[in-house]
Each structure stands twice: as C-alpha cells, then as structure tokens.
C-alpha cells in the first residue's frame, strides 16, 4: 500500500510551512481547524507527490504534556538521526533544496554516501531530521537475506 500521509507536532506552523513549503519544496495543500472549548487542533497537510504528504499537527489543550517537545529522537533520548523521515529525491533535487536552505543559512546535518543511496540530512524547525535520498543504484530486495539478518547477531558478525 502507498503512504497516505506521516504525522508531527510542531509548535510553530508558521516555519514549519516555510521549511517545507519554501526550501523543501511542498506545496501546503490542506489545512483543518477543529475547535472544542478552549481546545483546538490545526492539522496541515504539505504534497510531497504521487497522492502522498507529510502533515502536522498545531494544537493547544488536548492533552498534551507540560514542556512537551516536537523532536522525535532527542526528546526520547535517542540520538537526533534515529527517527526521520526520507524523501525520494534526485540528484537536481538534492542540489536544489541544498541551495534554498544555503541561502536561508541553512546547512545539511550530515551528507552520506550509504554505497546504495546518497543521502543529504537536515533539521527541521520541528528537530526531526528530514533526508533527501537518491538511490545510487539503489538496493535490490531480497527478502530471504533481510530475513536471514534479522536474527544475526551484528557483533559476532563483524557487521
């Protein structure tokens, strides 16, 4: 099944529209408000192709924590690489949004060559780290094999 759509918090809509409107490069294409009392939810929707987005969620009163946090790694103790969220993306495309951020003084995170895929890494103004990831040829599936290595002990292995 195709993804529909992921979901984040984020305290502040407005840089997260800019971030991922503006230097990333997806269209905001839809915006719910729901309001009950003193509570309220804004749940925005950014394209990211082929019928799919990445949305998040802006609220106040539902719930949540005191001094709750919008990363999804660091606030949980692990580091910030760990969760993230990774874009198919060509090497144009790669460039282009390296440029836009450059010039919002932005830099990437990390760039990776991972021998499969190139990747580029940077945070959003939520602290979730998205990755532009361009297949290099990218990996052939062999489930039999990913099978295999779920159970192989990776130091033993010298992995």
Same mark, same amino acid.
Not at 16 to 21: D, G, L, P, R, V
Not at 46 to 71: C, K, L, P, R
Not at 100 to 115: L, T
């Given at each position: 099944? #195709?993804?529909h759509h992921v979901a984040y !918090?984020? &305290?502040?809509?407005? /840089? $997260? ?6 230097? %990333?490069?997806?269209p905001l294409v839809h915006t ?46 692990? #580091? ?5 969220? !990774?874009? &198919?993306?060509?090497? /144009? $495309? ?6 836009? %951020? ?55 292995a010298g992995a």
């Amino acid at each position: 099944m #195709p993804l529909h759509h992921v979901a984040y !918090a984020t &305290r502040d809509v407005r /840089a $997260t529209t800019h971030f991922y409107e503006d230097l %990333m490069g997806f269209p905001l294409v839809h915006t719910e408000l729901q309001a009950h009392g003193d509570s309220w939810i804004r749940h925005v929707f950014y394209d990211i192709g082929d019928g799919e987005s990445i949305a998040f969620f802006q609220f106040e009163n539902v719930g949540e924590a005191e001094g709750w946090t919008t990363d999804v790694s660091d606030g949980v103790g692990l #580091p910030f690489w760990v969760n993230h969220c !990774a874009f &198919r993306a060509d090497e /144009a $495309t790669q460039e282009a949004v390296k440029a836009r %951020m450059a010039a919002e003084g932005i830099e990437p995170v990390m760039e990776q060559s991972h021998g499969w895929c190139h990747s580029v890494y940077f945070l959003d103004p939520n602290g979730i780290m998205v990755e532009l990831c361009r297949d290099t040829p990218g990996f052939e599936p062999d489930p039999a094999e990913a099978t295999r290595l779920l159970t192989v002990d990776p130091v033993e292995a010298g992995a």
